[in-house]
T-cell receptor, first 113, second 111 residues
Framework: DAGVIQSPRHEVTEMGQEVTLRCKPI?????LFWYRQTMMRGLELLIY????????DSGMPEDRFSAKMPNASFSTLKIQPSEPRDSAVYFC???????????FGQGTRLTVV | GNSVTQMEGPVTLSEEAFLTINCTYT??????LFWYVQYPGEGLQLLLK?????DKGSNKGFEATYRKETTSFHLEKGSVQVSDSAVYFC??????????FGTGTSLTVIP
C-alpha cells in the first residue's frame, strides 16, 4: 500500500492567492482528517470526514478555509485568500471508521509570503 | 470532553539513558491510546497503541501501559539511541473515531 499521499510536498505562494492542498487516503479507509502543525499551536485538527461527509469542521480557522471530499479516494483543503499566518505544515490522515489508528501523509509545507 | 496532556519538552538525554515521557488523558467512555513519533521533515508514524485498560503496547524497545485508574499512558524506553531523536505525541481516539493529540515532546539523544 502506498500510504496516504499528499501533494504538493512544498508550496510557496503570495499573500492573497488561492492555495489547494490535495490528499489521497489509503484505499479502504473511510475516515479522513486534515491537521495543521505550527510551532506555536502544535497539531490542530481542522476537519474530519466519515464516508465522505464532513463530521466536525469546528477547527477550520475561518471562512477562508474550505475542505471537500468528492469521493472516497480524494480530498482537498483550499485556502482563499491565503495569508502569511497560514504558513504551516498541513497533514492529511486516514483510518477505517471505528479503527484504532490513523495513518498520516508526509505533509505539505505551505509558506505564504 | 476528551483531551491529552503530555510532559513538556524539550528532553535531552545521553545515549543509553532511560526515557520516560508522561501522558495523562481525560475521556468519556473507553478510548484507545497511542504514541506517535515524528522524525524531522516527516509525518506522524504510529509507534505503539493500547486499546483497553492494562494493555501494554510495545515497539522498537518502547513501552506504554494503559492505566485506567491513573488515566495515564506513559512512554518508556530502557536505553535510548541517537536515532530515537524525534518528537513524540500521545493521542487518544474515542468511539466517534476522532483523534485527540497532545502537544508533542521533543527528544534529543546525544552520543
Amino acid at each position: 500500500d502506498a500510504g496516504v499521499i499528499q501533494s504538493p510536498r512544498h508550496e510557496v505562494t503570495e499573500m492573497g492567492q488561492e492555495v489547494t492542498l490535495r490528499c489521497k487516503p489509503i484505499s479502504g479507509h473511510n475516515s479522513l482528517f486534515w491537521y495543521r502543525q505550527t510551532m506555536m499551536r502544535g497539531l490542530e485538527l481542522l476537519i474530519y470526514f466519515n464516508n465522505n461527509v464532513p463530521i466536525d469542521d469546528s477547527g477550520m480557522p475561518e471562512d477562508r478555509f474550505s475542505a471537500k471530499m468528492p469521493n472516497a479516494s480524494f480530498s482537498t483543503l483550499k485556502i482563499q485568500p491565503s495569508e502569511p499566518r497560514d504558513s504551516a505544515v498541513y497533514f492529511c490522515a486516514s483510518s477505517r471508521v471505528k479503527s484504532t489508528e490513523a495513518f498520516f501523509g508526509q505533509g505539505t509545507r505551505l509558506t505564504v509570503v | 470532553g476528551n483531551s491529552v496532556t503530555q510532559m513538556e519538552g524539550p528532553v535531552t538525554l545521553s545515549e543509553e539513558a532511560f526515557l520516560t515521557i508522561n501522558c495523562t488523558y481525560t475521556a468519556t467512555g473507553y478510548p484507545s491510546l497511542f504514541w506517535y513519533v515524528q522524525y524531522p521533515g516527516e509525518g506522524l508514524q504510529l509507534l505503539l497503541k493500547a486499546t483497553k485498560a492494562d494493555d501494554k503496547g510495545s515497539n522498537k524497545g518502547f513501552e506504554a501501559t494503559y492505566r485506567k485508574e491513573t488515566t495515564s499512558f506513559h512512554l518508556e524506553k530502557g536505553s535510548v539511541q541517537v536515532s530515537d531523536s524525534a518528537v513524540y505525541f500521545c493521542a487518544l481516539s474515542d468511539l466517534g473515531n476522532q483523534f485527540y493529540f497532545g502537544t508533542g515532546t521533543s527528544l534529543t539523544v546525544i552520543p
